[in-house]
């Protein structure tokens, strides 16, 4: 059973240019967390959806960000424009079901996408 | 949120056991403990979690104090595999409780 797959693992975008970063989750998991990790920082929550809808954006920066999962195919985390300020390791987590404090939920974690904006 | 702390950095050597102290002075009653680790250029982790009782699994034991305003992680043999940031967090046990509120947690150095 493969584990949460991203891609690119390493991205890099000159400025004003537009990122795409790809998360599929693990087999049967249909909801899917991103979060994002500043240089010498600990990982932030950024949005997390389900299938085709968004149910929490509320760690996504109001403006250029963007992230999708659609019926078929992976997530989609869109940063346009990017800045010098975007550069960051980008974290895909997935769950079966929704998560909870107790028995059974944990979240599994991609390796990262790492975005470097020249 | 209840709040965790933790020390920035810890050494052990490899082979011994490692304790990793995790202080939450605020928990609620009904937040569970839980423990991730980040090895170097990879993602989480997930380790263990509890509420009350002290438990144990392949990769680890977590020891919660009677009051649950502190815990610790323990490694029983640490080896170089284990280098990593470990993370203390706390989430509530109701149904959304989905953000993981990551720390800078502790950086476990592992001398060969």
């Known amino acids: 059973n493969a584990g949460v797959m991203q891609n690119p693992r390493h991205l890099v975008r000159r400025r004003g240019q537009e990122a795409r970063l790809r998360c599929s989750p693990m087999?049967?998991?249909?909801?899917v967390y991103w979060y994002r990790q500043l240089p010498e920082e600990g990982l932030k929550f950024m949005v997390y959806?389900?299938?085709?809808?968004?149910?929490?954006e509320s760690g996504m920066p109001k403006e250029r960000f963007s992230a999708e999962f659609p019926k078929e195919g992976p997530s989609i985390l869109r940063i346009q424009q990017v800045v010098r300020g975007d550069s960051a390791a980008y974290f895909c987590a997935s769950s079966p079901t929704l998560l909870s404090g107790g028995v059974g939920t944990e979240a599994f974690f991609g390796q990262g996408t790492r975005l470097t904006v020249v | 949120d209840a709040k965790t702390t933790q020390p920035n950095s810890m050494e052990s050597n490899e082979e011994e056991p490692v304790h990793l102290p995790c202080n939450h002075s605020?928990?609620?009653?009904?937040?569970?403990i839980h423990w991730y680790r980040q090895l170097p250029s990879q993602g989480p982790e997930y380790v263990i979690h509890g509420l009350t009782s002290n438990v144990n699994n392949r990769m680890a034991s977590l020891a919660i104090a009677e009051d649950r305003k502190s815990s610790t992680l323990i490694l029983h043999r640490a080896t170089l595999r284990d280098a990593a940031v470990y993370y203390c967090i706390l989430r509530d046990s109701g149904a959304g409780s989905y953000q993981l509120t990551f720390g800078k947690g502790t950086k476990l150095s592992v001398i060969p």
């Open positions: 087999k049967g998991h249909s909801h």
């Open positions: 959806l389900q299938k085709e809808n968004i149910i929490d």
């Open positions: 605020t928990i609620s009653g009904t937040d569970y």
